[in-house]
């Protein structure tokens, strides 16, 4: 089965959530729940959009919350790439 939700890999996402919940304090047993419980709310919408529970009106809106979740995501994980590996060698100036 190919879990996504508009074109978003649902294992991506749970990881890149956990991540950055991690920068935020979460950690231990506190990222395993997030990752069992954001695993089940994706993995459950991306089901109930393929089974046709969710009508196809709210869909676009569901897919629009997740890509712009993925999006921001990825705008973190840029920053943190950058901050680590540009700025920390001296490379260019810090943002």
């Known amino acids: 089965m190919n879990f996504a939700i508009g074109g978003i890999g649902i294992a991506a996402l749970v990881f890149g959530i956990v991540e950055a919940a991690k920068g935020f304090g979460v950690?231990?047993?506190g990222c395993q729940v997030l990752a069992l419980m954001l695993g089940f709310i994706f993995v459950g919408t991306s089901q109930?959009?393929?089974n046709g529970i969710i009508p196809p009106a709210?869909?676009?809106?569901?897919e629009?919350?997740?890509t712009a979740l993925a999006g921001g995501l990825a705008a973190m994980g840029?920053?943190?790439?950058?901050?680590k590996n540009?700025?920390?060698?001296?490379?260019m100036?810090?943002?």
């Open 58 to 62: 709210a869909v676009q809106y569901v």
């Open 93 to 95: 100036a810090a943002p």
């Open 27 to 29: 950690s231990g047993r």
């Open 78 to 83: 840029y920053y943190d790439f950058i901050k």
């Open 86 to 91: 540009v700025v920390a060698r001296g490379i």
């Open 64 to 66: 629009l919350v997740v």
């Open 48 to 50: 109930a959009i393929t």
